[in-house]
């Protein structure tokens, strides 16, 4: 998350310094932090084939909804964002890319959110929501890219047959 997207807003974008978004998401961070819920280990004992259903309805702890969705997520946005940036990924299969994990991303978000008070340590919670939020802002940063810097991202002078998309 935020390897190849966050130093193109840093040097192409130029909406805000490091220290700017550093502030901005320190303070989220503590809104989070004072708004995030009190624990209350709600939690039973579910096969695994009950597992979306019980994170969707928030009984599920918050490190088994956070931690593997986060890790496949990130390493699939890695994986497309490399291969896009190399040249072996063309504009609009990186466009698909994006467009198939924006619904679990939704459904991740709401897990997370209501699985929220299923654990002890509030900072804990803050942090699986900021992160969150993260990812959206990620999205939205590659969508500016998309639409904005598409010849800086992808090489466009590479690509031969998606070239179109590059304007």
């Known amino acids: 998350m935020f ?3 966050l130093p193109l807003f840093f040097a192409q974008i130029n909406l805000a310094s ?6 901005i998401v320190m303070a989220l961070g503590v809104v989070l932090f004072i708004s995030s819920p009190t624990s209350g280990e ?3 004992n579910l096969a695994l084939d009950n597992y979306l259903f019980a994170a969707w309805c928030g009984r599920v702890s918050l490190k088994w909804v956070f931690w593997p969705f986060f890790l496949i997520l990130n390493a699939g946005l890695y994986c497309a964002d ?10 609009s299969s990186w466009d698909d ?12 978000t709401t897990a997370i959110w209501r699985c929220s008070a299923n ?8 942090c699986a929501r900021l992160l969150t939020l993260a990812v959206f802002f990620e999205y939205g ?14 090489g466009c002078e590479e ?9």
């Open 159 to 167: 690509l031969l047959l998606d070239y179109g998309s590059c304007f």
């Open 42 to 44: 709600n939690l039973h």
């Open 97 to 108: 890319v994006h467009l198939m994990l924006l619904l679990p991303i939704v459904w991740w």
């Open 3 to 5: 390897i190849y997207s």
């Open 141 to 154: 940063l590659k969508l500016v890219i998309r639409i904005d810097y598409p010849r800086i991202f992808f």
């Open 18 to 23: 490091p220290l700017e978004l550093l502030i």
């Open 82 to 91: 490399t291969l896009a940036k190399i040249g072996m990924l063309t504009v």
């Open 119 to 126: 654990t002890s340590l509030r900072a804990g919670m803050a």
